[in-house]
């Protein structure tokens, strides 16, 4: 599995990130109500800006429509400043390309926060165990079968905190 920066087993006492962030009707939403509860979770940072994210985006939406048990989340950021995402392009692009599933607002700090990490590049996906703890981030594109074999996979794999990458 290319570019896999963290994994991570047997966090008993582990719990989901203390971040809330700006859906795009301006309201702050906390991403406990979605990581942490019991199931896997894939967090999508990307930008509409950014070629790379728009041409992964068609694999993303792919492994959401074959993991409908599988909650995905977008959060965009503005490319190349790594600002905070701005709305009027995001809505613009979403007219050209409709997403079904939840997106949010953030820059690198608040999308950080989120995935555990220094954000240091997109697109990024970040895989959350069930019990709310990033388990997996790849920065850069990814084929949707390599988040199937992860989490297919999760309980196989034995490293210590020693052998964890960290990009």
């Not at 429509?65 to 503005?78: A, L, S």
Request: with cysteine.
């Amino acid at each position: 599995m290319a570019l896999l920066s963290c994994l991570a087993a047997g966090h008993a006492m582990a719990r989901p990130p203390a971040v809330s962030l700006e859906r795009l009707d301006g309201k702050q939403q906390a991403m406990s109500d979605y990581i942490g509860n019991g199931q896997w979770v894939v967090v999508n940072v990307w930008s509409p800006t950014c070629s790379s994210c728009v041409e992964e985006l068609p694999d993303v939406i792919q492994f959401h429509e074959n993991h409908p048990d599988i909650p995905v989340i977008g959060v965009t950021i503005d490319f190349p400043s790594f600002e905070y995402g701005k709305r009027d392009i995001i809505k613009g692009f979403l007219e050209q390309q409709p997403l079904d599933y939840p997106l949010f607002l953030a820059d690198r700090e608040l999308a950080s926060e989120l995935i555990g990490k220094e954000l240091i590049a997109i697109p990024l996906i970040a895989i959350f165990h069930p019990d709310g703890h990033a388990v997996a981030r790849w920065p850069g594109r990814i084929n949707p079968g390599e988040i199937d074999e992860f989490i297919n996979n999760y309980d196989s794999y034995k490293l210590d905190d020693s052998e964890l990458g960290d990009f």
